[in-house]
């Protein structure tokens, strides 16, 4: 293992001290494990707080900021935070106006934010939730957790925090959240496992010439595996897979998404692949994000993530935004 | 006639100390059980929760059984995260609040608590035995327990062994469908390592 770390233990905490240094107009309190935007609480303006396990950068504290995120709580690497962190979280971004959790539907999240919402709501803090489960790579069943929640979450932060900003009341934040959730579908692909500082070796085993398709966040195995494949023939691959659940009617806004150990060369390659597929499909492409975003420590691979766009959500993806990872408009 | 034995509260302090010894050895096995199905975590979660536990008992030991278990639920709450950490923190606190204000309880007490503390956990999680998660362990080692602390025991590692041939249907290891199957389920291995632990101080 070859890890730019000092020891495992202090990964996160030695991150966030980090992220303190580098964005000041953050406020990282590195003993509670909460990333906030400077200014929180924002009079009369709902506070959106999301958060899951770190591992994911720069998901969530890259996306802290006016526009987007109010608060981000980092778990330990790949685990849910733990209550406590989001009730502090929630209590400083709190202006009266309410507070929306953003929730990847991993059941370590969802039962962590669900405590977390009883005990903020016993100290008067109005909170509504949004599950994100985009993931088409696992169907829904009576017998599974549901859909995973990957690359939408972006799309949610963004576009919810957008209405947030503009001093949207929490009914109708939430409700946005919802509506970019049922519209996001993502499909994911690994190249390689990815290592945890925990565990310090690849959390699963993939020889070399062969891929996992359908793969999560959290270096855990993919739907299948198959002999390597071509860009082209993985943008194939993943959009149709996006595209068998998602049949958008309008514009989708497009996020290739690397996992973290793929360069950019490889991730525009793959988009201009993506883009062809959704030409020859009839899928016309609104705006385009290009990047890691919501990665998976040092795993290479890559996932697509469409949402179908309407004007509303058009306007509150292009309005200004301004965190670490996510910066533009103004 | 033999005297009915009465479980106090320095007997559950030692219980979930020996808990956090036995977890502390096996972490990175329950971490290699979990890379294989999960996201090779639950071991230094599970570490990490414990260790706080018997910090926060050795600070100020609480003088009921059910309190020890209740604080020792709330401390797992707040330091484990993950779904390890609700789902254990609530089978400790539920387990220590059916045990009430008692000084002292019986083996039949602790049944019943359990029961109920281990309902909890199915309830939060919406699992049943059957879907390769702790409760496999749990449930079998609740209903033996009120027969003897070895009867849980074995019952747990039956449970924790039942769950190789099994597909997972809730939690992480569920995304991958069939191919969780062939794999010792984590969850229900700690699970074991707890009642083993509980067994353990027992018998000294």
């Known amino acids: 293992m070859r890890m730019l770390i000092n020891v495992p233990e202090t990964v996160v905490a030695d991150a966030l001290r980090g992220m303190a240094a580098a964005h000041p107009e953050l406020t990282v309190d590195v003993d509670n494990r909460v990333v906030l935007r400077r200014d929180a609480p924002v009079a009369g303006k709902v506070g959106l707080v999301s958060g899951g396990g770190s591992g994911h950068e720069p998901?969530?504290?890259?996306?802290?900021?006016?526009?987007?995120?109010?608060?981000?709580?980092?778990?330990e690497v790949f685990t849910s935070p733990?209550?406590?962190?989001?009730?502090?979280?929630?209590?400083?971004?709190?202006?009266?106006?309410?507070?929306?959790?953003?929730?990847?539907?991993?059941?370590?999240?969802?039962?962590?934010f669900e405590m977390a919402a009883e005990l903020a709501e016993d100290e008067g803090i109005q909170i509504a939730k949004v599950l994100v489960d985009d993931d088409v790579a696992v169907t829904d069943s009576l017998y599974t957790a549901g859909r995973r929640g990957t690359g939408g979450t972006l799309f949610v932060e963004k576009v919810a925090g957008a209405a947030a900003e503009e001093g949207a009341p929490l009914e109708r934040v939430e409700a946005i959240a919802r509506r970019v959730n049922e519209r996001s579908r993502s499909f994911g692909v690994a190249l390689s496992a990815c290592t945890t500082p925990a565990k310090g070796s690849p959390t699963f085993d993939l020889p070399a010439g062969e891929l996992e398709l359908g793969i999560g966040i959290h270096g855990e195995p993919g739907r299948e595996r198959r002999p390597m494949m071509t860009s082209r023939e993985i943008a194939d691959f993943a959009v149709d897979a996006v595209l068998d659940d998602l049949r958008p009617s309008g514009p989708v806004l497009a996020l290739v998404n690397g996992m973290g150990a793929t360069p950019l060369l490889e991730l525009y390659g793959f988009n201009a692949e993506v883009q062809r597929v959704l030409t020859e499909r009839g899928v016309p492409v609104a705006r385009t994000l290009v990047g890691n975003y919501v990665t998976s420590l040092d795993m290479a691979g890559c996932s697509v993530t469409l949402c179908e766009a309407d004007e509303e959500i058009l306007r509150l993806w292009d309005a200004p935004v301004q965190t670490p990872a996510l910066r533009w408009g103004r | 006639m033999s005297e009915v034995t009465e479980f106090d509260a320095a007997?559950?302090?030692?219980?979930?100390?020996?808990?956090?010894?036995?977890?502390?050895?096996?972490?990175?096995?329950?971490?290699?059980?979990?890379?294989?199905?999960?996201?090779?975590?639950?071991?230094?979660?599970?570490?990490?929760?414990?260790?706080?536990?018997?910090?926060?008992?050795?600070?100020?030991?609480?003088?009921?059984?059910?309190a020890v278990l209740v604080v020792a639920?709330?401390?797992?709450?707040?330091?484990?995260?993950?779904?390890?950490?609700?789902?254990?923190?609530?089978?400790?606190?539920?387990t220590g609040k059916s045990l009430g204000e008692a000084p002292a309880v019986t083996l039949p007490e602790l049944?019943?608590?359990?029961?109920?503390?281990?309902?909890?956990?199915?309830?939060?999680?919406?699992?049943?035995?059957?879907?390769?998660?702790?409760?496999?362990?749990?449930?079998?080692?609740?209903?033996?327990?009120?027969?003897?602390?070895?009867?849980?025991?074995?019952?747990?590692?039956r449970g924790a062994l039942a769950t190789v041939p099994l597909q997972a249907r809730k939690g992480r290891a569920s995304y991958l469908g069939e191919r969780s199957i062939g794999h010792q389920d984590p969850g229900a291995t700690s699970s074991a390592l707890l009642i083993g632990a509980l067994a353990e101080v027992a018998d000294a």
């Open chain 1, 82 to 112: 733990v209550p406590d962190q989001m009730v502090r979280a929630a209590a400083a971004v709190d202006s009266g106006a309410g507070v929306l959790f953003v929730v990847k539907n991993y059941t370590g999240d969802v039962l962590n």
């Open chain 2, 111 to 157: 049944a019943a608590a359990l029961t109920a503390g281990v309902a909890a956990v199915a309830q939060l999680g919406g699992a049943q035995v059957g879907d390769k998660t702790m409760l496999d362990a749990l449930v079998p080692a609740a209903e033996a327990l009120g027969e003897s602390f070895a009867a849980a025991r074995d019952a747990a590692d």
């Open chain 1, 59 to 75: 998901l969530h504290g890259g996306f802290v900021g006016p526009g987007m995120l109010a608060a981000a709580c980092p778990g």
């Open chain 2, 11 to 66: 007997f559950f302090h030692r219980w979930l100390t020996r808990a956090a010894a036995v977890v502390d050895r096996e972490a990175d096995r329950l971490t290699e059980l979990d890379a294989a199905i999960g996201d090779a975590d639950h071991g230094a979660n599970l570490k990490r929760g414990f260790a706080a536990v018997t910090d926060v008992l050795g600070k100020e030991p609480p003088e009921t059984p059910g």
């Open chain 2, 73 to 94: 639920g709330r401390q797992l709450i707040s330091t484990v995260g993950g779904a390890s950490g609700p789902l254990y923190g609530t089978l400790l606190r539920r």
